[in-house]
């Protein structure tokens, strides 16, 4: 990620988002009112065309070539995770805290989460760049999140916890989304030891690329240009698991593996009907595990 300034795939996520908002109630998946402030001018524009039929059709088709799957990719995981995220809510935890959040607004448009302390932790530019687009367009900012900054490759997440005086004492959900894949060994490991210390009843929902496309990109379908398209923009990917690989390593932790699902999968569930959209991206996984 370039310094000061916030992260591009958080853009691209929001813009997605944005995309799906302007589609007709009866077909889309979800509304997020917020996602397309994050845009810049250019991407807004588009946005905001793309209620036109024509000009929808022209940018899914611009999006898929440009990185194939990903759209499809991004939506159905947005459906994914909020629908395993409320069946946490429904076992009784306590609160919910999402790491690498960039401009994720669950907390926002999510109803069930009301009644839950929110704690939203990202790079410090990019948790900088959201609070000044919520400031100005959300009618106030949620009473029940707290918005904390930190770099995950040089900064301790459990010195922050002890800092900020966060309660890992209650069964508490953690959303690790788009994160992994651009981190050390090192600091994904830190990250799942200070989950492990959760009480029984809590769960961590993230997702990771499956390793393969880190070693052999040519064997998915536009891995390779995406690859060097996010080193240009300095967000490379650096860290995967393997799918098989998972249960194991999660049970080091004193976790077990609860679900785990590729984007073909997932985008075959919530959007079996755009299939112009459905090829490429199939290396990107959705996992929840539970503490025990």
Request: with cysteine; glycine share 6%; charged share 25%.
């Amino acid at each position: 990620m370039k310094a000061n300034t916030p992260s591009k795939t958080a853009q691209y996520m929001a813009l997605y988002r944005a995309m799906e908002t302007r589609r007709p109630k009866n077909r889309r998946l979800f509304t997020d009112p917020y996602a397309i402030h994050f845009l810049d001018f250019s991407l807004r524009l588009a946005c905001r065309a793309a209620v036109f039929p024509p000009a929808e059709h022209l940018l899914y088709r611009c999006i898929q070539r440009r990185i194939p799957g990903a759209l499809a990719s991004g939506l159905a995981r947005t459906c994914l995770i909020d629908e395993w995220l409320e069946t946490t809510v429904s076992r009784g935890i306590q609160q919910l805290i999402i790491l690498g959040a960039g401009f994720d607004t669950r907390s926002l448009r999510l109803d069930y989460l009301r009644a839950l302390p929110v704690i939203e932790i990202d790079h410090p530019d990019t948790a900088r760049r959201k609070l000044q687009v919520l400031e100005h367009h959300a009618p106030t900012l949620p009473g029940n999140t707290r918005y904390l900054s930190i770099d995950f490759d040089r900064q301790s997440l459990e010195d922050l916890f002890r800092q900020q005086h966060v309660d890992l004492s209650v069964p508490t959900t953690l959303i690790w989304e788009g994160v992994t894949n651009y981190l050390r060994k090192e600091a994904v490991d830190a990250v799942f030891g200070l989950a492990a210390q959760l009480p029984k009843g809590s769960f961590i929902i993230f997702t990771y690329v499956d390793r393969k496309v880190l070693e052999d990109p040519a064997a998915f379908f536009g891995a390779e240009r995406l690859l060097n398209d996010l080193a240009a923009i300095e967000e490379r990917w650096t860290f995967g698991f393997r799918p098989e690989e998972l249960p194991t390593y999660l049970a080091g932790f004193g976790m077990r593996l609860i679900k785990d699902t590729g984007a073909a999968d997932y985008r075959q569930r919530y959007l079996p009907e755009r299939k112009k959209i459905l090829k490429g991206y199939e290396f990107y996984r959705v996992a929840m595990a539970g503490i025990s």
